[in-house]
């Protein structure tokens, strides 16, 4: 049964750099203050009328929570405590800085109750960490991810394709980095350039160009398709959109509220154009949970079809993989699969 998750974001508490692409606050529409015990289980009390039958695990996010002085890591932590006991919460989840992990942390966290680290990697390219201001190695990140796996924790890794000195190559071979280091799932954060911050300043003075949109989903779909043909889940793609994160605050870059679905359903738009003619008439049949990626967002999939001249149907097969379209035209019903069935470049990002 799928956990919900119980967020608490402290950002930038604990972090002992700013990086130059960095405003946490923003990110997360949170103050980056601590909650209080009290505030803590509060909140659980209320998601927990909510959740059912679902286990809940509570998460705190943003800032480097075991840069944090132990103590504080102690009362975050301590209210959670009967709350495991009784199995009122499943598990808890933290956020962290590659540097910021060693044995004797994780056993610790793991005696807390922490059975899920997520690591701010952003890159495997040192050139690209250098000249981001990150302040850790790739070989930090990869000791980092090894050290959680191996006391028994699962590993997360964050990615940012699209930091300065980043290339398709070097974002897709960071990818591959962490799958091979063990990272048991992926976020991808395509770069963006916040309001107020050192990248916002190069960026105005012409000495840094991000990613644009259509770039940054055509990078993405591919590190998507090769994370699923690993067989590693990637659970986000762009960063969330909320009070603190808007058209606004956002000055340039890969940003999007509905990224994550613009990058599926521009992988089903792929597969869908490699196998249908223009002129053709079909209709595509989907997992129910991807009918509104492969439609694409404000029926985007659709549109891109009909100008090509195809008049497509969409409708739900449960039979049908998340990673599968069945293509039924008056002749032939064949399955495909944007796994297996699509074969991308790096050279056409």
Known sequence: MKRVTVPFFISHQGCPHTCIFCDQRAISGANGTLPTAG??????????????????????????????????????????????????????????????????????????????????????????LTASGRGHSAAESHAAISCVKSLG??????????????TPLSSLSSLEQVITA???????????????????????????????????????????????????????????ADEGLNAESVLAGCWHPALGQLVRSQLYADLISRFVTPGQHVTVYCHPARL????????GGLQSQAERGVRM???????????????????????YSIINDIHYSIHEV
Not at 316 to 334: N, Y
């Open 39 to 128: 505030q803590i289980t509060a909140k659980i009390d209320l998601w927990r009328s909510t959740a059912g039958k679902h286990p809940l695990e509570i998460a705190f996010f943003g800032g480097t929570f075991t840069a944090l002085p132990e103590k504080i890591q102690a009362a975050l932590l301590a209210p959670l405590q009967p709350l495991l006991e009784s199995g009122t919460i499943d598990s808890v989840r933290i956020s962290t800085r590659p540097d910021c992990i060693d044995v004797g942390r994780v056993e610790w966290l793991s005696g807390k109750g922490v059975r899920t680290i997520e690591l701010g990697v952003q890159s495997m390219d040192d050139t690209v």
């Open 153 to 166: 924790l699962r590993a997360g890794a964050q990615l940012m394709p699209g930091l300065p000195g980043d």
């Open 182 to 240: 063990g990272a048991d799932f992926i976020r991808i954060y395509p770069t963006v350039v916040l309001q107020e911050t050192e990248l916002a300043r190069r960026y105005t003075a012409g000495d840094f160009t991000p990613l644009s949109l259509d770039r940054g989903v055509s990078l993405c779909k591919l590190l998507l398709q090769r994370a699923m043909q690993a067989g590693i889940p990637v659970i986000r793609i762009g960063l969330q």
């Open 292 to 299: 509104s990626d492969v439609v694409g967002v404000k029926r």
């Open 313 to 335: 149907r969409v409708a739900p097969d449960a039979a049908l993989t998340r990673e599968e379209l069945k293509v039924e035209t008056e002749g032939s019903s064949i399955i």
